[in-house]
């Protein structure tokens, strides 16, 4: 495209982007798309939108948490923050959907599932909850099956983390260091000394923690939120896709991402 010519809905593909909302509802008495039904589609698909600029940050926090920089580290957390605060903010927008309104669609979306998303899933794995079994919701050779599996061989936004504190000089373990970076995240008593220290007695290292810290809450606060918008709207049916629906979000609930984060209050 010719600079000189390229216009603001033209950078931003919008003819393209508003040709991507497509209902497949029918009302029966007018013959047009349930009301609700566009709601739900472009609420989900900002959703998609938000992940994939979460993971385009989570690869910058990771790099330059590796490489020792408080600095950028910190600003870009602080706008993955953000993100997440509007993340959760959209549940209200979809809470002003009645279970009624939704039940007038909802067969429409047949198998079809949030459990289904790729880059949430990714994104899940970025910050260290990785469930192998999430991998088999993707075809096997398809680009997404194929970024699930970088994500999971992957180290962690923990690891970062911890090769951010070795980076600044400060005492880790060697396990830690070089642990399998695909099982879940524990605890790690022997470094707990270490995060000790940096609260006490280094600020920019105390910084970055705290603010680790602030993103296992808010996503915390995400699936909590999403719990709730999923009760109000179908109870505890089961979820589309064949999900169990609430009942398995709920157990996605009050499981800390950076356990060695929480466990270290006590102490202070």
């Not at 998609?48 to 989570?58: G, I, N, S, T």
């Not at 948490?65 to 600095?71: C, F, H, I, M, Q």
Request: aromatic letters at 10%; one cysteine or more.
């Amino acid at each position: 495209m010719n600079p000189s010519t390229l216009t603001y809905a033209g950078y931003l593909k919008v003819h393209e982007l508003l040709t991507l909302q497509q209902p497949l509802s029918s009302d029966p008495e007018t013959g047009r798309p349930e009301h609700d039904e566009m709601l739900f589609i472009v609420t989900h698909q900002v959703y998609e939108l938000w992940f994939r600029q979460q993971l385009h940050e989570a690869d910058r926090l990771m790099d330059r948490l590796v490489a020792g920089d408080s600095v950028l580290a910190s600003t870009t957390l602080k706008r993955m923050l953000s993100i997440l605060k509007t993340m959760v903010l959209q549940i209200d927008v979809l809470e002003t959907m009645t279970p009624i309104d939704f039940h007038s669609f909802r067969s429409f979306l047949s198998s079809a599932s949030g459990f289904q998303s790729a880059q949430f899933r990714e994104f899940e794995f970025v910050l260290g909850n990785k469930n192998p079994r999430m991998l088999s919701f993707q075809p096997e050779g398809s680009p997404e099956r194929s970024a699930l599996e970088r994500r999971f061989a992957a180290p962690t936004l923990y690891d970062a983390f911890v090769r951010f504190v070795a980076a600044r000089g400060h005492a880790v373990p060697t396990e830690l260091l070089s642990r399998d970076v695909t099982q879940p995240m524990q605890e790690w008593p022997a470094f707990q000394g270490t995060i000790l220290d940096l609260y006490h007695h280094h600020a920019a290292e105390r910084g970055i923690c705290e603010l680790l810290v602030d993103l296992d809450e808010g996503i915390q606060e995400w699936r909590y939120r999403h719990v709730k918008m999923v009760e109000r709207t179908i109870g505890f049916k089961q979820g589309t896709g064949g999900s169990s629906g609430a009942a398995y979000l709920r157990t996605t609930l009050f499981n800390p991402l950076f356990p060695d984060l929480w466990a270290i209050r006590t102490r202070l």
